[in-house]
């Protein structure tokens, strides 16, 4: 531990409307990694990373990968012992699609009093992952702003591809495992509890991603002419997407929940305190009644149990008014969130053999692979994690909750397996912070007390 | 009868190179009435219509309607006692995606010499039905040129809609039924049954064209947040479409075959003389198997059986790349093909019912309707058709067939309710005209023998 950290919380609140700055800056830059038509922004985020980092005094570079540039930057700890952390965001954001949804453009960030006392920041990426990533960096500016020095070496990683399944990261972590080895990764890709109780993430998801086209006739085709005759690629696609789920919710490939395990008492009885429901869950998306399968609470539904969901279906004419063809074609994009010990690979594999097995003789189809992760699960209770705990608790008007979630963050293994690190996983967003849709945005009191709230973290774990 | 029609036939011939720039002048007009955003490109169309028709001595006029405007022209016959006849066609078109298929630019008409002494004419419309219409319209060039009078006297109603569910169609008969009714009708919007063998179609499906939209969360979400707990609008879509029809290829719909009845064994025994094979019919358009109800005749299907078809699907991120995103609403286009008596207003009904009976009630389903038309059957053995059967026979290699159609085009209805005037359906397109798709053709042979089949029918008919 250093000094006291009241002056560095201090200059960490003093700082605020700058780090707002600087926040906008990131955010204006268009950095969607999934669509090529934004590689170059995404080089700009990375670029605009270094400078900053390097104006801090890091050694920071852009690191070239096939894809989207990494950035890695290192700075020593004020004291040879102090531990070495590595800590991870991504710079990349979502398309902004549908656009006519937005009630400002996306990457024009702003601040909006949406209640007196509680503002938010809009725009694409503000909540995932750039505003997240700069509570860390704006962190460590007031500590060497006040000490000239930081409590814990520090390696930071930032990836430009984990909205598209980020191809590079394993070869690259591969190639640089010395580099970037450290006692432990932060991992700043997460959420809250709720607006007053912070939260460290036990448990992630698995992802698998795969976009099927199901071909058909080798034109468009006049549906008066071969309607009736002529194989309809949507018809196809339709019985393959409606028989993957039975009428219970569950996903019917086969050997699908293989290494799926029931939560255990205790974790299921902790999760029971947090008193969420379907009703609050649901309620504030405008639905009400849980989809998945039957019989088990939202929160295990989407902390626990798999998933098939199609992301996206095109085919035929969509266009404004009515066209009568039968389209040559259409195509699907489905992902499965995997929990447990669900092999990404099999269950890939199980799918590609259930689709082609519902695909008639006379047409084909043609897949296409976009990431596959296998679900983590961390100990709820590491030496890492009660730190932690500790530190948020000090910051929040509640004490800091384990939970589990229902999205992927595939680096978090890897670090696992080949850099045999643990990671803490600790984010600021919210359930409303509308990440991957229309008007993202993220707490004005997220970005500042997430600030203090690595601030205090740092601190406790230099301890 | 008028004086020998050589001269008549002689003339077409010679005027073919000018009919063909004509043509070409209609289909460089982009009238794509399904898109807005052509609404003044249909109107230059009528325009040109009008035009070209006032030129040959016809008293022509654009007449408004809440959509595409009709063209309505009128000449006299050179004697009282011959018969009236109205002409129809439609000068509006299919869209044209998907853009990147097409070998040459849709609305750049040219002549293509496929193989020797075989040319086609390519560019939208040129089949459907802007080449077809015009048959007609030099026809009577032809006549005008030699006799400076025609043999029946013409009533020409040109559309500009029947793309689009023909909206307008009904009240402008209705309110224009005495200016239009006439003996009979001749409709040019059908096909030959083969290069060297005329048809005339005596069957017609009906078409009930509907759009729903199904609506589930209030935005997009995450399908790590949500997913296996939330509603995801396209599984809805999947499961409403995909039991739209069973294993045997049946449409479900509660008494959707209604109304439907088994073809007259001598009707069957007509077709089977045709020699048409679900190897050579699919086999054109790569396909082999037949999709629809087992063990009919593609004929049978086609022409006789009634048939639900999605014609476009939509929803969620269907861009480059990924996106683990659960959409807010997902939409389909589907279309029923209708026979004997079925009910255009019944079978909407129904099958709106069963969509919102496969609605979860949190979310909520919207329709909207495109166009509804029963079938049509004329007599197989009238004497205009027998008439129109041997001229035809007279120009082409092979005797003229009766033949089923499985397209719709519901004006026959309505000349049939509101005018009460039986219609000839004559045309020469055939069944690999990609009307509707990319390279879009219509022979040169169907333009040149068009016009010269034109000028002996009404011929037989004054007769």
Redesign the interface.
């Known amino acids: 531990m250093m000094a006291d950290i009241t002056p560095v919380l201090e200059r960490a609140d003093a700082n605020l409307p700058k780090s707002l700055d600087r926040l906008f800056d990131l955010v204006r830059i268009k950095s969607i990694?999934?669509?090529?038509a934004f590689k170059a922004e995404c080089r700009k985020a990375a670029e605009w990373l270094v400078s900053e980092l390097t104006a801090l005094g890091f050694t920071a570079s852009v690191r070239d990968t096939p894809g989207h540039p990494m950035v890695v930057a290192h700075h020593a700890a004020a004291k040879a012992d102090a531990p070495h952390v590595l800590f991870y965001g991504h710079y990349d954001v979502?398309?902004v699609?549908?656009l006519n949804?937005w009630d400002a453009p996306p990457f024009e960030p702003a601040i909006k009093e949406v209640e007196p006392g509680r503002k938010i920041i809009t725009g694409r990426g503000t909540a995932d992952d750039k505003g997240q990533l700069m509570t860390f960096v704006e962190a460590v500016r007031a500590y060497k702003e006040i000490h000239d020095a930081l409590p814990c070496r520090i390696t930071m990683l930032f990836e430009g591809e984990e909205?598209?399944?980020s191809p590079s990261l394993k070869p690259f972590l591969e190639a640089n495992a010395a580099e970037l080895r450290a006692d432990y990764a932060l991992v700043c890709d997460t959420g809250m509890w709720d607006r007053e109780t912070p939260a460290i993430s036990a448990g992630l998801?698995g992802?698998v991603?795969e976009?099927i086209i199901i071909k058909?006739?080798?034109?468009?085709?006049?549906?008066?002419?071969?309607?009736?005759?002529?194989?309809?690629p949507?018809?196809i696609?339709?019985?393959i997407?409606?028989?993957l789920?039975d009428e219970t919710g569950r996903v019917t490939l086969e050997n699908f929940y293989e290494g799926v395990e029931e939560t255990p008492a205790q974790i299921k009885a902790a999760w029971d305190t947090l008193g969420q429901t379907?009703e609050k869950?649901?309620g504030e998306?405008?639905?009400?009644?849980?989809?998945?399968?039957k019989g088990r609470s939202?929160l295990e539904?989407?902390w626990a149990?798999?998933?098939a969901?199609?992301?996206?279906?095109?085919?035929?004419?969509?266009?404004?008014?009515?066209?009568?063809?039968?389209?040559a074609q259409?195509?699907?994009?489905v992902?499965f969130?995997l929990v447990g010990n669900q092999d990404p690979a099999k269950i890939r594999e199980t799918f590609r053999a259930y689709v082609r097995s519902k695909v008639?003789?006379?047409?084909s189809v043609e897949f296409h692979a976009?990431?596959g992760s296998p679900a983590i699960h961390l100990p709820y209770d590491s030496a890492l994690l009660n730190t932690a705990k500790v530190a948020l608790s000090d910051e929040w008007p509640k004490p800091a909750v384990v939970i589990g979630?229902?999205?992927?963050i595939p680096i978090v293994g890897d670090f696992q397996r080949m850099l045999g690190i643990e990671s803490l996983l600790v984010g600021f967003g919210l359930?409303d912070d509308?990440?991957?849709?229309?008007?993202e945005k993220y707490e004005l009191m997220s970005f500042h007390k997430g600030i203090r709230s690595w601030i205090r973290i740092l601190d406790a774990l230099a301890a």
Chains 1, 2 share one sequence.
């Open positions: 990694s999934t669509d090529p979502q398309p699609d549908p949804l909205e598209s399944g998801r992802l991603g976009e058909a006739a080798d034109r468009d085709l006049h549906s008066g002419y071969f309607g009736g005759a002529a194989a309809n949507i018809h696609l339709a019985d997407l409606a028989d789920r379907a869950f649901l998306i405008g639905l009400s009644i849980p989809s998945g399968e939202v539904l989407t149990r798999p998933t969901e199609v992301n996206g279906i095109t085919g035929g004419y969509t266009g404004e008014g009515f066209k009568t063809v039968i389209a259409a195509s699907a994009k992902s969130r008639p003789t006379d047409c976009h990431g979630m229902g999205g992927s359930s509308r990440i991957h849709s229309p008007n």
